[in-house]
């Protein structure tokens, strides 16, 4: 087993993504709306983009387009074409809120999969895979697995040749060659709706820049811990989107 490490920015800060001059230097992101639950979708998507993703493209369903295109801000794209496929894609999220499609399994980009994408999984992935669940989805979704948390996060990355974000007080991530992170560094008052969607958002936007699969995701376990932190006691996961700006603009001092 790796020696666990705690989370802070020494072990990231250096990656983080740096603004250029065309939008494409920073990414496409591809999150897939969810069929009832749009609210998830949109703190999803305006999350990606918060972090410096040069584009978000919410892929929906024909009867939810005029949903999305109502309730999201004007620089997120709403599309209805699921076969819509383009070498500027670099990074997709699937899961928040529930899944209208298939989770792609044969991915080359990074691809994050979140609450109901994490059911119903194959037996392998590979590395540019991560799964965010919190304690009652990874229970569901891997059983068998037993030992402390850290040892069930690290089992499951190894098994399944990805990164495992597993969600909780103390969030732990782990990768495919068993290093692990954990991070304190957060609030009580993230215990609400929707601050996962915010996270899974977060980590789609650092790898949609290209920041590597296991550095973005302690990054944005981190800032996202940090944004609730600033923001302080009866947050909704609403409020951490202006915050996230801020706290980027300290770590790129």
Same mark, same amino acid.
Request: net charge neutral; with cysteine.
């Given at each position: 087993?790796?020696?666990?490490?705690?989370?802070?920015?020494?072990?990231?800060?250096?990656?983080?993504? /740096?603004?250029?001059?065309?939008?494409?230097? $920073?990414?496409?992101?591809?999150?897939?709306?969810?069929?009832?639950?749009?609210?998830?979708?949109?703190?999803?998507?305006?999350?990606?983009?918060?972090? &410096?993703? &040069?584009?978000?493209?919410?892929?929906?369903?024909?009867? +939810? *387009?005029? %949903?999305?295109?109502?309730?999201?801000?004007?620089?997120?794209?709403?599309?209805?074409?699921?076969?819509?496929?383009? /070498?500027?894609?670099?990074?997709?999220?699937?899961?928040? &809120?529930?899944? *209208?499609?298939?989770?792609?399994?044969?991915?080359?980009?990074?691809?994050?999969?979140? @609450?109901?994408? %994490? /059911?119903?999984?194959?037996?392998?992935?590979?590395?540019?895979?991560?799964?965010?669940? $919190?304690?009652?989805?990874?229970?569901?979704?891997?059983?068998?697995?037993?030992?402390?948390?850290?040892?069930? @996060?690290?089992?499951?990355?190894?098994?399944?040749? =990805?990164?495992?974000?597993?969600?909780?007080?103390?969030?732990?991530?782990?990768?495919?060659?068993?290093?692990?992170?954990?991070?304190?560094?957060?609030?009580?008052?993230?215990? %609400?709706?929707?601050? &996962?969607?915010?996270?899974?958002?977060?980590?789609?936007?650092?790898?949609?820049?290209?920041?590597?699969?296991?550095? @973005? =995701?302690? @990054?944005?376990?981190?800032? $996202?811990?940090?944004?609730?932190?600033?923001?302080?006691?009866?947050?909704?996961? +609403?409020?951490?989107?202006?915050?996230?700006?801020?706290?980027?603009?300290?770590?790129?001092?």
């Amino acid at each position: 087993m790796s020696e666990e490490k705690k989370n802070n920015p020494d072990l990231w800060s250096h990656l983080l993504p /740096k603004k250029k001059h065309h939008k494409y230097d $920073h990414g496409h992101a591809i999150i897939y709306g969810a069929p009832e639950l749009t609210g998830a979708t949109n703190l999803a998507a305006q999350a990606c983009a918060r972090v &410096g993703t &040069g584009l978000v493209t919410v892929f929906c369903s024909e009867e +939810t *387009a005029d %949903t999305y295109r109502k309730i999201m801000p004007p620089h997120i794209i709403v599309r209805k074409n699921h076969d819509f496929n383009s /070498k500027s894609v670099t990074a997709k999220l699937y899961g928040p &809120g529930g899944l *209208a499609t298939k989770p792609d399994y044969a991915a080359k980009i990074p691809i994050v999969l979140d @609450a109901e994408a %994490t /059911k119903n999984l194959p037996q392998e992935l590979n590395p540019n895979y991560v799964l965010t669940p $919190h304690q009652g989805e990874f229970d569901r979704a891997f059983p068998d697995v037993s030992g402390s948390r850290v040892e069930k @996060a690290q089992a499951v990355a190894r098994k399944l040749n =990805c990164v495992i974000v597993l969600k909780g007080a103390e969030t732990i991530v782990s990768d495919e060659r068993g290093r692990v992170v954990v991070n304190e560094h957060a609030s009580p008052w993230l215990a %609400t709706a929707g601050t &996962g969607d915010v996270l899974a958002g977060i980590i789609t936007g650092f790898l949609a820049q290209k920041m590597p699969v296991y550095e @973005a =995701c302690c @990054a944005a376990v981190w800032v $996202h811990g940090e944004a609730a932190m600033r923001f302080g006691e009866y947050l909704t996961a +609403t409020d951490l989107l202006g915050i996230i700006p801020d706290v980027l603009v300290d770590l790129n001092k």
